[in-house]
Structure formats: structure tokens, C-alpha cells
């Protein structure tokens, strides 16, 4: 793509971290793991919740009934992710032109990440078309667009929001190779997209900090961060990169978690966090007087 030339234990009070400074910290509601028997959901629901779902405490704490959205088998609660529409909601999501494509760029779990948006769309946004949400597989650090075609280059290249999620590498890495290759290919994206208002998002492994397969070796002291999400903190905290690539941590959903258990879920919850995103973007963009046409932002 660069031409070469009863509660899961969790904090009640935790809310996405800033790993430095940039606006996702402040752009979604608190939520924590909770048990369903605990919630008050509407009975239009048509899908059975799982054991836990993700919600604001205080909706379980005061009894409130909660509507939920359906997703892919599943189903995720606007409590707990989006503050309320009369505050800020999803922003201007519903503005997303023809030519803001969003484009998540990566491995398996991108993929995942794109289908668990996409089947929320038709409920919140069904005037947004699918083709506007594309994914781009990528499984090496080294050559990452090795099996596209010049078509998908090129297509790659119209991409103005760029998602990415490397939590399948097609091989295993040890912490100092991860830490040093995500850097190359943060540093390769931003010369892909060299317009400084075109936001590269990358989101924290989502597999279990318990018995982690990547990140081996770890260096220093070790915590009960996945040792992939220590090295993208640090990254973030030391690199003087673009202030428009940003960390997207969702830590707060995936480390109380074990192995698959409630994935499917956390997906659905990262998926309404990417709705939030985008619709700021597109509002920030939109206060500056630009709209997405066929050639870039004008």
C-alpha cells in the first residue's frame, strides 16, 4: 500500500484510558461486565441475552429497562458505550458521504470488527450502504499488502478512516519484534495517507492477556496487560507520531476476559465505539467545511 519509490470483576468506574493526547478518551459512556439476570431489558428483544452483557452500572444499579440493538447471534446495549443523543451520541455518523470510506486493515480480527459493525448498521444507520465499510486483509508485518491485486491497491488508497487490528499475525512475535514492526507499519500508513486529516485508529489486541500467544518474551516488569498492549502503550506515549494516529483501547472490555469467552460481545461493544469515532470525525470535518468527494476531502 506504500508504493515503494454478579459481575466479571471489573472497575465500575473504568472509562476508555488516553495513552496520549487525543479525543477518544471522552467520547464514550462507562460500562463494566454485568450479569444479565441483573438488567432490566426491554421484551421487544428478540434474541437471548449471554451470561454477562456490557452496560452503565448505574442502569443496573437504579433498575432502568434498556433497549437492545441486534447484532451478528448477539446483541449489545447502547448503555454503557454511547452517551446519550442529546449529549453527543454517535455525532454525525448519519452525515458519513459516499467517498469517507471506512476501512479496517488487518488480520482476522479486523475482519471480525468489520462484520460486527456491518450487522449493526441495518438497526442504527440503514441508509449508510455496506460498500462504505471495507476490509483489507493483512497478516504480515513485513509485507503487508503482498497478496492484493493493483485493484485493491487502489481501492485501498480511497480509504479515509483506516482501522487497524493485527491480532493474527502469520506468525508469532516476540514483544521488542512486535513493538518494532507496528512502529514500521504505523510509519508506513501515515505515508499512505500523508493528509493529516484522514485518521488512522489502531486498536489494542483483543485475545487474552492469560496465556497470550503473541508478544512473547516479554520485557521489563510484567502486569496483567496482554504484552501486545503494553508495547502499543508505549508507542503511543513515546512516539512523537501524528497526533491523527490514535490508540483505540479497549482494554477495559477484553482483559476481565478469558480466552473466547463473551468475544463476540466485546466485538458488538467496539463496534458502537467505532460508529462514535467515525461520526466525530465526520463532525470535525464538517466544522471545517470539508466533505469527502471522489479525489480526498474538499
Wanted: aromatic share 10%; glycine share 6%; with cysteine.
Amino acid at each position: 500500500f506504500v508504493q515503494k519509490d454478579d459481575h466479571v470483576d471489573v472497575d465500575d468506574d473504568v472509562d476508555i484510558k488516553e495513552v496520549k493526547v487525543n479525543v477518544l478518551g471522552g467520547l464514550f459512556a462507562k460500562g463494566g461486565w454485568f450479569s444479565s439476570s441483573k438488567i432490566q431489558i426491554d421484551a421487544s428483544s428478540t434474541q437471548q441475552p449471554s451470561d454477562y452483557v456490557w452496560i452503565d452500572p448505574t442502569s443496573v444499579r437504579d433498575g432502568k429497562q434498556v433497549k437492545s440493538i441486534a447484532g451478528q447471534d448477539k446483541f449489545v446495549l447502547e448503555e454503557g458505550s454511547v452517551i446519550s443523543k442529546e449529549g453527543k451520541g454517535f455525532f454525525q455518523f448519519d452525515s458519513l458521504s459516499n467517498y469517507e470510506l471506512v476501512c479496517f486493515f488487518g488480520s482476522q480480527s479486523a475482519k471480525d470488527l468489520q462484520a460486527s459493525l456491518l450487522s449493526l448498521r441495518g438497526t442504527l444507520f440503514p441508509h449508510q450502504r455496506p460498500f462504505k465499510f471495507h476490509y483489507y486483509e493483512v497478516n504480515n508485518f513485513d509485507d503487508p499488502d503482498e497478496s492484493w491485486d493493483q485493484e485493491t491497491k487502489e481501492r485501498f488508497r480511497k480509504c479515509k478512516h483506516v482501522l487497524v487490528s493485527m491480532d493474527e499475525p502469520d506468525k508469532a512475535l516476540s514483544q521488542t519484534e512486535y513493538k518494532a514492526k507496528m512502529t514500521t507499519l504505523i510509519k508506513h500508513l501515515t505515508v499512505a495517507f500523508d493528509d493529516e486529516t484522514f485518521p488512522i485508529i489502531v486498536f489494542t489486541t483483543m485475545e487474552s492477556p492469560v496465556n497470550p500467544k503473541n508478544c512473547y518474551k516479554p520485557v521489563g516488569k510484567r502486569t496483567s496487560e496482554h504484552p501486545c498492549n503494553t508495547v502499543l502503550k508505549e508507542i503511543f506515549s513515546d512516539s512523537p507520531s501524528s497526533s491523527r494516529v490514535r490508540l483505540l483501547d479497549n482494554t477495559d472490555l477484553t482483559n476481565p476476559l478469558v480466552g473466547d469467552y463473551l468475544r463476540s460481545e466485546a466485538l458488538l461493544v467496539i463496534a458502537l465505539r467505532v460508529y462514535i469515532i467515525v461520526g466525530y470525525q465526520v463532525q470535525e470535518w464538517r466544522a471545517n467545511g470539508q466533505l469527502g468527494h471522489i479525489n480526498g476531502l474538499t
